[in-house]
């Protein structure tokens, strides 16, 4: 199974469903925590994926007018 074949209903049952499992052991405190370095993992993932370096796919004439960032 890849993660990028599920749809965005099955996304939002398994981030669910994990929470739950994660969450059921832990305090308020430890859940808050979490939360929030889960939080700041996503937005790293965002940056990184935004960022200019982690532009390696080749483009084409259109996209390289289209996205400024589009490598070959």
Do not use: H, R, W, Y
């Amino acid at each position: 199974m890849n993660i990028s074949d599920l749809s965005g209903c099955n996304l939002i049952g398994l981030a669910s469903s994990l929470s739950i499992l994660i969450a059921q052991d832990l305090n308020e405190e430890e859940i808050g925590i979490l939360s929030a370095f889960f939080s700041a993992l996503g937005d790293n993932l965002a940056l990184i994926l935004a960022s200019p370096l982690s532009s390696s796919k080749e483009c084409t004439k259109t996209q390289k007018n289209e996205q400024p960032n589009c490598t070959n």
